[in-house]
């Protein structure tokens, strides 16, 4: 009696409480995601016109008589197997009391059935369901588990998102342990399932399933926690579950969970692919030091292998994952490799981006891997250049490997297998960083050539840095690559040789010449050499000039200087400064005087000789290099005797050829020509002094 009265109760709530009113598409969608799971077991025939000719609102008894009923009990009156027996030619209604009552009780009657709950949950009516099952849940314990199922779900179309996922899980208990196939959960796991933990693991991931399409993660958590929980060691569920935990935990920004998720994946399939996207959202969301500091216990080769697979198929100017590879080496003290993924990304900048910017990353870059290598024990302070064929990306010299033959018919070796490896250490990144440093120099002014520039040799960017006024930048380039600096002390000597030109007729250099001058000029640090900010133009430059030569040239390459320099002032017609002279007396006056010689400079050449044969006499004075008189003991000097022989006829010659007055060469072809007389008395008196002490030696 107590069970009728409470069943004659939800009787009568199911008549007296409204449906709500719920449009076509989302019932479409909520049985999709039914059947999806295995549980909508409600007909949907003609539910379009049935939901279309129904009120707004009406309520659940007439709902379901509309729908479910109502297609049942046409179903059965259709069928050939129905007895009509006539009375006046109508169809006896008596006959059909009995099945249709059946129907009825079967669709409706509340205990020992759960065809009205799946018709509610099917038909999208959350809130009525939840309320259905607050009714008749004080009174019955059959279907419990599916029950609570039905539950959860409606609390997961209420957003009651934390009450559903408590209730999923209670759920669980409803399946049956021994996997009777008359269990109501039973459409959760398949029949295969041996175990009752793997029907409960089966069961979890369906609701995952559900769950995931509503985009809950953190229930998604809870769930897949618990299936976990419960999962058997050798279950092959459980990748799959470490996956969705993953990925969930990626999402809520659970970035330790994450990669707890990662390690304990046991599939190394799904590692990899989990891992390989911890990285990438790490690196999407900028959490750079974030991912640098997780621990990777087992797993950093893999994710090295990842960041670098990334960094070379990537665009590296809107994606530069060797940023994230230096730091990351950095922070596990692996110096040598992070100073090769700098130089890597030094060298695709220098074929993808031929531009300053391009120039301006590759100078840090350099830096960066200089720096990092200088850490390494010097035994291991170096790396391997890499090839194109590392990168994804279109090279200019792929298209010569392919071909089987040189222009001259030679067959190639691109198809033996094996290629070149390039080694590098510090002092090889430092010539590049300069050179780079130069390029950056040229292109301050003029960007368009940056991609001209970009794979200039040191020799050219040395003649391009010489023609732009870069004196200070060439010379450096010269002393790294050990390369001669006298073309760059030339184009300094041509750039006073023109100041002095201009200075010189007679007028003003007019403003826009010092302005020119002065720019080129700071370009060299110039300021130093300043008096006191009253030197003019033309006196810095020469200053300049002299600086260089004193400072910046080495020895080995003193005198090919001084000769580039005396040549370029002898051609242009132009006085020696005195500072030249000197310091080239000092260093080889022989060579002074030939080129004064040739370049038919009689007078001055006059001078030189004068003043040298005199140093040679008296043992030097500290102006011309001679280490000893012709009158010592040990003496080894010597004369120029061709030269001078050139300059004395010349001489000569020019005093018979030329008419006028010839004052200046007469007294200069006569001090002269009795300089080398004495000079060869006293060679003779050191000659017999030196024959007479080698007689007394030998008696």
Known sequence: TTQLLQAYNALCWMSQVSSS?????????????????????????????????????????????????????????????????????????????????????????????????????????????????????????????????????????????????????????????????????????????????????????????????????????????????????????????????????LLLDHIDKAYVAVAANPDPVRRQDTLRRLVFVLYDKHMFERLCRLPFVGLQEEVVAIMEARARSVDILSHNYYELLYAFHIMRGNYKKAASSQYECSYRLAVELPTLLGLQKRAKCIVAAMNALRLVQPENAWLVKPTEHEFNIPMTSALHDSLKRHRSGAPTDNHSGHRQVTVLDVEDLHKEHVLVVAKLKLLQRNHEEAHAASGLGAVEVIALLTQTGHFNAALDVCATFKLPTS?????????????????????????????????????????????????????????????????????????????????????????????????????????????????????????????????????????????????????NTWLPYNVIDHLLHGMRRYLSDVPGDQTMTKALLEELENV????????????????????????
């Open 487 to 635: 073309p760059v002390l030339e184009g300094l000597a041509s750039q006073c040789v023109s100041l002095s030109e201009q200075s010189g007729q007679g007028s003003q250099l007019s403003a826009h010449v010092i302005e020119q001058a002065w720019e080129w000029l700071s370009l060299n640090d110039v300021e130093t050499l300043r008096k006191g900010g009253t030197g003019s133009v033309v006196e810095c430059a020469w200053h300049l000039l002299q600086h260089y030569l004193s400072s910046r040239v080495p020895l080995s390459e003193h005198v090919q200087c001084l000769r580039a320099m005396t040549a370029h002032f002898l051609n242009a017609c132009v006085a020696l400064p005195q500072w030249l002279l000197d310091d080239y007396k000092k260093s080889n006056p022989g060579e002074l005087l030939r080129l004064l010689v040739q370049h038919g400079h009689v007078h001055e050449a006059a001078r030189v000789a004068i003043q040298y044969v005199n140093a040679v006499r008296s043992g030097g004075n500290g102006r011309f290099a001679v280490e000893s008189s012709v009158n010592a003991d040990q003496s």
């Open 676 to 699: 080398l007389d004495k000079y060869h008395e006293e060679v003779e008196r050191a000659s017999q002094r030196r024959l007479a002490a080698s007689s007394r030696h030998i008696l």
């Open 21 to 249: 009113a719920v449009s076509l598409p989302v019932i479409e969608a909520n049985l999709q995601q039914l059947a999806s799971l295995g549980i909508s077991h409600v007909a949907s025939m003609e539910r379009s016109a049935t939901i279309q000719a129904l009120p707004d609102r009406c309520s659940l008894f007439e709902l379901c008589l509309s729908i479910a009923a109502g297609s049942r009990m046409r179903t059965f009156l259709s069928s050939r197997d129905v007895y009509w027996a006539s009375i006046d030619g109508l169809p006896s209604v008596h006959h059909l009391f009995a099945p249709t009552a059946e129907i009825l009780i079967e669709v409706l009657w509340p205990l020992n059935s759960t065809f009205f709950a799946d018709f509610l949950a099917s038909w999208s009516q959350p809130q009525c369901l939840e309320d259905f099952l607050s009714v008749i849940s004080p009174w019955t314990d059959i279907n419990q588990g599916y029950l609570t199922f039905l539950k959860a779900h409606c609390y997961l179309q209420n957003h009651e998102l934390t009450k559903a996922a408590d209730c999923f899980i209670q759920a669980a208990q409803g399946i049956d342990p021994t996997g009777d196939v008359d269990d109501t959960m039973a459409p959760f796991y398949p029949a295969s399932a041996n175990s009752h933990n793997e029907r409960l693991v089966a069961y979890f991931i369906k609701v995952l399933q559900l769950l995931e399409q509503r985009g809950c993660s953190e229930q998604v958590v809870i769930i897949a926690t618990a299936a976990l929980s419960v999962a058997e060691k050798e279950d092959p569920s459980i990748p799959v579950l470490w996956s969705i935990l993953f990925k969930h935990h």
